[in-house]
């Protein structure tokens, strides 16, 4: 079965620290993964990777794909109240999408 | 567990002609979203309802429509249809409008 685990489900850190948001998937037929920021209504795109190792980087954010171990992350450094949202990893299969269930990032001042 | 459903996953039609893509909360939810994502574009919010009333409209055009019905299921219908619409149009489902929002598989619109 296609599907696609976020983890942490919830994080709360401070200004300043750094987070990891995990994304590990499991599908049949792999194309592109996607990252989302999602604040209220609809999500704002962050990165597409397609290629294993390549570091895709905007401004304190940073993203990289491992398709061998199946699985994504995205870098947050120096975090801001401003980057509280909720992160979605999608897979697209080219049939279809897949999404996680995103992770809650919570940022303090 | 079961997921939010979205149906067709591809469709194709061709320009003037209607379209309609249905949506399948995750049961007990009782509020649905749909967004449309343009190729390399950031997904837009289209309309919301929540208990079947529209709850909150977002750039969804005169020549689109929707509703939810009793079962909560939702329906977007799209007529005279553009070149321009050919897009992933994402179904979302939480339980409330403040809870977490659980996206569909998307459907894939090709207008020719």
């Known amino acids: 079965e296609d599907k696609v685990v976020q983890s942490p489900l919830s994080l709360v850190v401070h200004e300043g620290d750094t987070v990891t948001l995990n994304c590990s998937y499991e599908v049949t037929n792999f194309r592109s993964l996607l990252w989302y920021k999602q604040e209220k209504k609809a999500p704002t795109f962050l990165f597409m990777l397609t290629s294993s190792g390549i570091e895709k980087k905007s401004g304190r954010l940073s993203s990289i794909l491992d398709k061998k171990e199946l699985f994504s992350i995205l870098n947050i450094t120096a975090t801001q109240t401003g980057d509280s949202a909720i992160y979605l990893c999608?897979?697209?299969?080219?049939?279809?999408?897949?999404f996680g269930t995103g992770t809650s990032l919570t940022v303090i001042p | 567990a079961a997921g939010v459903i979205q149906s067709p996953r591809h469709l194709i039609k061709e320009k003037r002609e209607t379209a309609t893509l249905k949506c399948y909360p995750i049961p007990r939810h009782d509020t649905v979203y749909w967004y449309q994502q343009g190729p390399g574009q950031d997904p837009q919010f289209l309309i919301s309802f929540y208990e079947k009333m529209q709850s909150d409209k977002g750039s969804i055009p005169d020549r689109f429509s929707a509703q939810q019905f009793s079962d909560y299921h939702s329906e977007l219908n799209m007529s005279s249809l553009e070149l321009g619409d050919s897009a992933l149009y994402f179904c979302?489902?939480?339980?409330?409008?403040?809870?977490?929002?659980?996206f569909g598989p998307g459907t894939r619109l090709t207008v020719l």
């Open positions: 999608a897979v697209d299969t080219g049939n279809q999408f897949y």
């Open positions: 979302a489902s939480s339980l409330g409008s403040v809870n977490e929002q659980f």
